[in-house]
């Protein structure tokens, strides 16, 4: 994209300088719309024409159903680093996340929580949905999960956390409502641990812990425990499969901190992602310690599908 001009024949045989941002617009969109999430940052920054005419395109050919989540760090200042899913890294600068919490991450949106407001945000395009003022002032172990895309008029968004040490509370908020709605739940012994993912899935929300407790909320406003068993030889009574399967501890396993390329003295807490696969599998929250005996600094992190989305500066909820 740092090519400023190209050659054209001319009709007499003779070459031509004409300036790539000369070309027409119907053939600029087409390119814009197959472009990847890099790229297309990088078309949109070549000229005016060039950023109109990709006012259609999300780098969606990036986020096909066998294409991992890349991950996106943030937290110390509005400085942010991004990891592909091919290993190549990237410095971007995200004003907007400094100083917010992540609370869930699906198909390229964000579900962020900053100084007692919530709001969607897709960070490479910087595109902001402003949600009702949120009932809590402060997250602490807040979890939460979004239906669809906040532009989708059946969006549902719900946010979990232990209010005590025996009830679940429950803040739930439909599209275009201006007020969240609140449930809660008496806890029964062992029921469910730290909460550690949220996703949607056929008219449910399904919550999991970090080990193999599952209780989901479902639009009808009925809870459910459950606890996850290996999947038998053989069908048993009573025993469903379950939709969804889970990935733990994936920031270890994919050995993310030397990827990354952050120091022994960093401590992190990451958000997951819904990652579509032969069965869709929720990759969970974690909080990844520094080493011991280190003066530590925190960070955070969020698994995203790479995507860009537009919308109006005015949109609203």
């Known amino acids: 994209m740092s090519i400023e001009t ?14 790539w941002s000369d070309l027409p617009s119907d053939l600029l969109s087409p390119i814009a719309d197959r472009l990847g999430l890099i790229e297309l940052l990088s078309f949109r920054g070549v000229c005016k024409d060039w950023k109109s005419a990709s006012t259609t395109a999300s780098a969606e050919i990036k986020s096909l159903p066998d294409h991992e989540p890349w991950f996106l760090v943030y937290g110390s200042n509005s400085e942010c680093i991004l990891l ?14 400094n100083g917010a919490t992540c609370l869930a991450s699906n198909k390229g949106w964000l579900l962020m929580f900053q100084e007692g407001s919530m709001f969607f945000f897709c960070p490479f395009s910087h595109a902001k949905i402003d949600l009702p003022r949120f ?46 709605t609140n449930h809660k739940r008496y806890l029964p012994r062992g029921a469910i641990k730290t909460i550690k993912g949220a996703t949607y899935h056929d008219e449910e929300f399904y919550f999991f812990d970090n080990s193999e407790n599952l209780v989901t909320f479902s639009i009808d406003k ?25 990935r733990m501890r994936h920031f270890i396993h994919m050995n993310m901190k030397n990827e990354l390329g952050l120091p022994e003295n960093v401590s992190i807490s990451t958000c997951g992602t819904l990652v579509h696969d032969r069965i869709d599998k929720l990759v969970l929250n974690e909080r990844i310690e520094a080493a011991e005996d280190s003066i530590s600094y925190q960070l955070k992190g969020v698994w995203i599908q790479p995507r860009f989305f537009q919308v109006s500066p005015n949109q609203s909820w």
């Open 222 to 246: 009925s809870w459910n425990f459950f606890v996850i068993i290996p999947r038998p030889k053989d069908k048993l009574p009573g025993v469903d499969d379950l939709p969804i399967g889970r």
């Open 135 to 180: 009932p809590h002032s402060q997250v602490t172990d807040h979890v939460a999960a979004f239906s669809s895309p906040p532009t989708f008029q059946d969006c549902l968004v719900a946010v979990i956390n232990r209010s005590s040490e025996t009830t679940l509370e429950l803040n739930m908020l439909c599209h275009g409502a201006k007020v969240w």
């Open 6 to 19: 190209g050659l054209m024949r001319t009709t007499y045989g003779q070459m031509a300088e004409r300036k």
């Open 84 to 97: 592909s899913n091919s290993g190549k890294k990237y410095t971007i600068n995200i004003p907007e996340l």
